[in-house]
Each structure stands twice: as structure tokens, then as C-alpha cells.
């Protein structure tokens, strides 16, 4: 019968630590880019100009069609080199993290832009007659009038996608990047002591993820109450 043994989860607190701060780095890079450039592409895509409009639909199609672990695995490969190359960095340079967080942040920013142009497309389209009447540009009302009352909408789903982006962390261990899953897996690794530490990191995952669903539950009966 296998005896659990926690002793090895105290004293490696502190490296657990680095890859817990590692996993919420990429996270608020991520959500931060990909709402800025989702939302830019939510415009885009509900643009009646059809370049703009077909740019978008296609960089949307085409990260909702692959799978993450898959876009990581390309940036890891390719996203050092050109940096090396474009800013005339030492071979070997250590950038799996901005790696990382370009691939998070380009892959989000996908599923952000189909969160925010249905927030936009729950606004009542008679608000962009009204501005268009009080002689506003489309940016004004978008800015102004459109974006602030359709982000109030979606402020729930942005933090649900927050929560998703904060677990899927754990796949950058295919670049061998030392995020909270990739310090719990080389500590049990190390310690002989696997199933412990993932169990560990489980349950912080858990905790975590559980507390912010539950805030975001709060602030849906905030925006949306029954």
C-alpha cells in the first residue's frame, strides 16, 4: 500500500512559489493583450469594410481550430529565434517565458474577440443611431457609448476566460518553463514524491480557481440579477 509523505512540500515552498508567480505573469499578460487585441478585432470583424472584417474572421477561425499546446510548441520553436535575430540577442538566450507569453496572449486574444463582439452586439443598435445622430464618428460610439455598456456585459465572461487562461498555464511545461505545475512536477521528480506534489498543485489549482469562479458568480448577479 503507497504511504503519502508530504515532508518535501514545505522546504520547496519557496520554488513553488517562483512558479506560481511565473503561471500569474503570463495570465495578466495574457488577459491584458488579449482583451485589448480581441477587442480590436471584434471591431474589425463586425467592420463593414471587408479586408478588416475577413482578417479578423480568419485569425479567430484559425486559433479556435488549434490546439494550444500546439501554438505553444510553435512559439517555443520559433518566436526565440526571430528575437534573437531581431534584436541582436547572444545565441541561447533563455525566452521560453516571452515565448510563452506571446503565444498565450495571440492565442487568447481569439476567444476574447468572440466574448467582446457578442457583448457589442448585445447593445442595442439603436445606441449607434443616437451618436451617429448627435454627430459622433463610429470611433466616438464605440468608445464612448458602445464598448463601456458592452463591457459591463461581459464582465463575467472575461473573468470566466481569466479563470480558463490561469489553468491552461500548465501546458507551457512543453517548453520546460518552471510555471507552478512545471515546479510541483521537478520537485516530485526530484524527491521521489509525484504524487504528493501533484496532488499539492492540485488542489492550489482548486482553491484558486474555485474562489475566483465564485467571485465571478457574485458579480453575475451584480450585472445580471435574476
Known sequence: MYEFDWSSIPGSLPFLWDGMKIS???????VIFGIVWGTLLAMMRL???KPLSLFAAGYVNFFRAVPLVMVLLWFFLIVPKFIE??????PGTDLRLTS???GFALFESAYYSEIIRAGIQSVPKGQMAACYALGMT???AMRL???????????????TQAIILFQDTSLVYVSA?????????KVGDRDGR???LLLFAGLVYFVICFAASTLVKRLQKKYHPA
Open 177 to 185: 518553463l518552471a510555471d507552478f505545475f512545471g515546479a510541483a512536477y
Open 145 to 159: 457609448v458602445v464598448l463601456p455598456q458592452a463591457f459591463r456585459n461581459m464582465v463575467p465572461l472575461l473573468l
Open 100 to 102: 510563452a507569453m506571446i
Open 85 to 90: 535575430q531581431l534584436f541582436n540577442l547572444p
Open 47 to 49: 467592420s463593414s469594410v
Open 194 to 196: 509525484l504524487v504528493e
Open 138 to 140: 463610429y470611433g466616438q
Open 24 to 30: 500569474l505573469e503570463i495570465t495578466l499578460t495574457a
